[in-house]
């Protein structure tokens, strides 16, 4: 997953209700990812969500 990915996700999740399923706190991901791409995962998908719940549809 990119951080674009993640945004992506992130701004769907957000602008759906979906609930917050950040990809980064999953435990294989982080065993995979080394820290720094596992916290710009996180990043993006915190933004990603934060846009999504401020342009959700009415």
Not at 2 to 28: I, L, M, V
Not at 32 to 46: F, T
């Amino acid at each position: 997953m990119t951080e674009q990915e993640a945004y992506e996700k992130g701004e769907r999740d957000g602008a759906h209700n979906q609930g917050y399923h950040n990809p980064a706190s999953d435990p294989a991901s982080r065993m995979v990812w080394s820290g720094a791409k596992a916290n710009a995962i996180s990043e993006a998908y915190a933004a990603g969500y934060k846009n999504g719940q401020k342009n959700k549809p009415k």
